[in-house]
Nanobody, 127 residues
C-alpha cells in the first residue's frame, strides 16, 4: 500500500488546515489508519487514529477537541481536519496504515503498530 499525504502549508495561529492521505489499494478500507507528527529534534508522536468503518476514533490529548480524523473508504482517503492551530502543532505530519487490524486496540497509538507510511506533509503554524 502506498500512502500519499497532502494538504500541509503555513497558517497563522488559530487557523485551520485539512490534511488528506490517499491510499493506493482498496484494501485500505480494512485497515486502521493513523496520523502522526514529528517536530524538529523530537520523536514522532501519535495524533489520531480511526477504525476501518470510521465509527471509532482516538486522539492525543494535545489535539483532542481541535482535530478530527475521518475517512472515505470509497475514495481510499483518510482526512485530518485541524482547527484552532497552535505554533506547537508545527511538524511534519505522516499518515500510516495498520494492515493487521481494522479495529482500534491498545497499541493503536504506537508507531510500531503501523506497517505503511506516507511521505509526510509539512504544517507550519506562525504566531
Amino acid at each position: 500500500v502506498q500512502l500519499q499525504a497532502s494538504g500541509g502549508g503555513t497558517v497563522q495561529a488559530g487557523g485551520s488546515l485539512r490534511l488528506s492521505c490517499a491510499a493506493s489499494r482498496r484494501t485500505f478500507s480494512n485497515y486502521v489508519m493513523g496520523w502522526f507528527r514529528q517536530a524538529p529534534g523530537k520523536e514522532r508522536e501519535f495524533v489520531a487514529a480511526i477504525s476501518w468503518s470510521g465509527s471509532n476514533t482516538i486522539y492525543a490529548d494535545s489535539v483532542k477537541g481541535r482535530f478530527t480524523i475521518s475517512r472515505d473508504n470509497a475514495k481510499n482517503t483518510v482526512y485530518l481536519q485541524m482547527n484552532s492551530l497552535k505554533p506547537e502543532d508545527t511538524a511534519v505530519y505522516y499518515c500510516a496504515a495498520d494492515k493487521s487490524s481494522g479495529v482500534l486496540y491498545g497499541s493503536s497509538w504506537q508507531t510500531g503498530s503501523y506497517d505503511y507510511w506516507g511521505q509526510g506533509t509539512q504544517v507550519t503554524v506562525s504566531s
